[in-house]
Each structure stands twice: as C-alpha cells, then as structure tokens.
C-alpha cells in the first residue's frame, strides 16, 4: 500500500491524508491491549504512549503520524513497503515544528487532555472542555502560553518570501540568529544583513528590517533571565524583602549611582550600582522534562543504568551518591528527583590580570 501520505502531516485537512488515517485505525484496531488501547504513532506520542482507538484518531489528525514509522511493525506488520520514504530528510518546516514542540509541550499537553476528557468521560464535548480546562491559575498559564504558541505557529507557516521553497519567517530568523551567536556578529551587522536582505529578495517579503524584531519574535522560544540589583560592596541583593530598599541592608552604601537632575518635572531613570542576571532554575528544569529529546536521559539514572562493581561511568556509581541514596531513601526514590552539583569559578573577561575586576558566575549543574 501506498503510504507517501504519512510524509504530508503538512497537508492532515486533506481526503488522501484522512483515508491515510482511517485505514491505519483499521489495522490498529485488530492489536489492542486487554484495555482497550494501542500504541499511538503521533509525533507526540511515538508509539511510546498507549491511547484508545477515538484518541489515537484525534492524535494523528491533529499532530500527525512519526513519518519515519512507515512499517507499522508496533501493529503487527513485518514485510516492508517498497517505498523508501524514510531517507527522506526532514524539511526546514519539520525542524521548526519540533522546536516549538519542545518550547511549549504543555500547550500540546492540555490540549490533548482536554479531548481524552471529552472522549472518554461521557457528555457535552463543550462541557467536558470547560471542566477540564477550568479557571484556576495554571490554566490562565496555560492560555498564555497558547497565545505565545500560536503566534509563534502564525511565523512559522508565514513564508519568508514569494517562492521561498518553504523556508518560514520563523525558521530563516532561527537560523539567522544561529549564525550570529556562533560567528559573534554585532547588533549593528546584523541590522545591516537584513536591511540587504530586503532589498535583494522578492517583494512583497516578510523579513524582519531589525534585529530588535528578529529578537523579539524569538524570545519566546528561550528561557528568559532575571535582573537582580545588587550592593556595590556584594553585601546583598535587593530581592524579596529588600526589593524596595534604597539602600544595602548590611553596609548602607546607595542603591542607584547618584544622578543629578536640574529639572524636577524630568525624572530620570534610576540606574544601579550593580546588576544580577539570574537564570531561574525551576523552568530549565521544567525544560529538561518537557523536552523529548533529553526527558528521558534525566531518568536514566534510575531506570537504564547498569551498576557495575569497580566501574563507574556516571556519578551514580559513585560512592558518594549511593551514600546520598542511603541517607534519603524516600528521595531516591523518585527517578525524577534532580541532583545538582555547585561549580564557579572567577575569570578575568579583559584577559588583564593586573586588573582586579573579575566576574564570578555560579552554575547549577544537573
């Protein structure tokens, strides 16, 4: 059987994708498990995951089936089919697609549990949704996250220029910004390829005139930091209680540098003595979990390792985490529970050691 449909997960709203659909569910049906469910070859699930019949039809027309899983041998199948689909490289669309899914998992996630309530729990399939999502906190986080998803989603499907061969907006700023960062190329430069850019392709084209636009139509694919002041002597940081102190609660030296203002109608901005840029911990962690590439490599401490005596390949082999494991068992556990290991050290950033400025940045290691 012909299966070149499974490779236009692009094009899911069209009858050869859906007759795709409908005759994989044929053969699903007759492998299932004694609850009622197989596995499900969405690109969400990779047939990691195990959904009823309804719900592994709503993954594959929503998400689209694992293109490279063209021998259904999870169901059954063993001849292979003559068409060699699975050497087909993924396209820049793909790659960009799996960007955004490993940025905003979550978004996907609640999705997907509000049509598994709606399927599985009986009634109003509005009513089912409304319970499901509800108006507590988290699902206001979640409705933001969606609009950051779907803007995103909106430049990603936006094509760079007439013709572009299916290069997005999304995915040439993408790799742009690559660019940038490894060749360390200036703001300046920057701003100066673009405006070329727009002069060379095709009009009308959707190509950012700045690098403050290209900025900012990516920055919610990162993970953002936070801006800490901090006493000019290292006493301490204006945070929590001392947030709004003007001066350091141990030394009493000034918050801001001083700054003369000869019009009192005109306030000028405060500015620091000194700035912390602090990476928050909790959603690089949230990251590492979310992320399909590496979820499972923070688990594979407990659940994949081989403990060897006289070997050690992994810290968890080591006498000090076992001793850890003995001291908190209940800690130990839970395979998702992280260890994280302190490193810093000063370094110099003008390579002039007469100098005594130096930076001292403290990471935070799984």
């Known amino acids: 059987m012909d299966r070149k449909w499974i490779r236009n997960r692009r094009l899911r709203h069209k009858q050869e994708y859906i007759d795709g659909i409908l005759s994989f569910i044929e053969v699903a049906k007759q492998h299932v498990n004694a ?7 969405c690109v969400k699930c990779l047939n990691k995951k195990y959904q009823t019949i309804p719900v592994v039809q709503i993954h594959l027309a929503k998400n689209g089936m694992l293109e490279t899983y063209v021998i259904w041998r999870e169901h059954g199948e063993t001849v292979p089919t003559p068409t060699p689909i699975v050497q087909d490289a993924p396209g820049p ?5 799996n960007i955004l899914n490993d940025a905003f998992p979550v978004v996907e996630e609640a999705q997907d549990v509000d049509m598994e309530d709606c399927l599985e729990g009986g009634g109003d399939t509005l009513g089912g949704m409304g319970d ?3 108006d507590d906190e988290g699902a206001k986080v979640n409705r933001i996250e969606a609009d950051q998803y779907e803007k995103l989603l909106a430049e990603a499907e936006r094509e760079l220029f007439p013709g572009s061969n299916g290069h997005s907006v999304l995915t040439a700023m993408v790799k742009l910004m690559h ?14 390829l673009l405006e070329w850019l727009n002069q060379q392709c095709p009009k009308p084209n959707n190509i950012p005139s700045s690098f403050y636009e290209a900025n900012k139509m990516l920055k919610n694919l990162g993970l953002g930091y936070e801006k800490i002041d901090v006493c000019k002597n290292d006493c301490a940081l204006f945070y929590k209680e001392h947030e709004k102190k003007e001066n350091c609660p141990e030394c009493g030296e000034a918050r801001y540098k001083p700054s003369p203002c000869f019009d009192d109608a005109k306030k000028k901005k405060k500015i620091p003595h000194k700035v912390l840029h602090y990476f928050p911990l909790k959603p690089r962690l949230q990251r590492l979990f979310m992320s399909r590439h590496t979820y499972v490599e923070m688990r594979w401490h407990k659940e994949r390792r081989l403990d060897q005596h006289g070997t050690m390949r992994h810290p968890a082999d080591s006498l000090v985490w076992k001793e850890f494991d003995k001291m908190y068992p209940e800690f130990a556990e839970e395979p998702r529970n992280v260890r994280l290991g302190l490193a810093t050290d000063g370094f110099n950033p003008f390579g002039n050691m007469s100098l005594s400025y130096s930076m001292w940045p403290v990471m935070v290691v799984p």
Do not use: E
């Open 179 to 192: 660019c940038k960062v490894l060749n360390h190329w200036t703001n300046k430069s920057f701003d100066m």
């Open 35 to 41: 609850r009622g469910r197989t596995s499900c070859p």
């Open 93 to 97: 669309i793909d790659d960009i697609h």
């Open 132 to 134: 499901a999502i509800g």
